[in-house]
Structure formats: structure tokens, C-alpha cells
């Protein structure tokens, strides 16, 4: 399965310069765990709500006066969408993320977060058993194997 059959394509956005109660009401409204921060609309960092959470708890500061870009990741880690979910998950594993937004030719066209993963994990799992009983069928010349005969 590719990122593109499991990411989701609303992607909530917020400006950097707006403040984190802008932000947070927009992942409440949209019923998300993230929105992507942009800077002159390309995607500059990603503001989790873990890191709402941070700031509610470090900060003695109003969420009002909180700008978005203090609290926000501003090291953006992507994915294409043409790659698979298995290579997603790797990314997600090796960057310690748990949401990529999808970027094609620098703009973001959705974005798989392992709530995705875990939402399709039956069709994946699908897939893989596929893969494996079609290799059980296969020559063995094709899987490098030459029989003692040739």
C-alpha cells in the first residue's frame, strides 16, 4: 500500500505567526492531533499536541500570548506519497514522529499519521499475505534459484 491510499488529504494549516490558542482551537474544531505551521505558505514545522501540552505546563503564559512558532517542531521531517507505508512507518520509527505531512514537488498534498497506519493495518496485513502466497507460486528461477536440471 502507498502513503497516497492512506494519508489523510485535509491537512489543517496555521500560519507561524499566529498565536497557540489559534492553533490549538483549530486542531479542536477540526478534530485533529496536529496542524502544519507555514511561513509565506510552505509548510515550516508541524505543532503537535503534545507540544500544546508542554507549553500549557512549562508556560505561565496565556495561550494568547504564545506564539505558535516558540512551541511548534521547526525540523519538518516528509514524505513522498508514491513510497509505502512500510517505508512511512520507518520514517516515523527512525525521526521518533508519530504524523508526516506529504509533500510532492514542495507542496503538501496530505499527510499519514499511525492513526492512518493503524486505520488500514487489515489491508496492509492483506496485502502482505498476498505478497507471500504469490511468491510461493513463483518458479524457482525467478527467486534466484536454478533447478538441478538446467
Known sequence: MLVREAMTTDVVTVPADAPLQRAVGRMLREGVGSVVVTRDGDPAGILTETDTLKAGYLSERPFTEIPVTKVASDSLV????????RTAVGRMRDNEVKKLPVVEDMEIVGIITVTDVVRHHEAL???????????QDWPPESRGWRSDDS
Open 78 to 85: 516528509t514524505i513522498p506519497p508514491g513510497v509505502t507505508v
Open 125 to 135: 496485513v492483506d496485502e502482505a499475505v498476498q505478497v507471500a502466497e504469490g511468491r
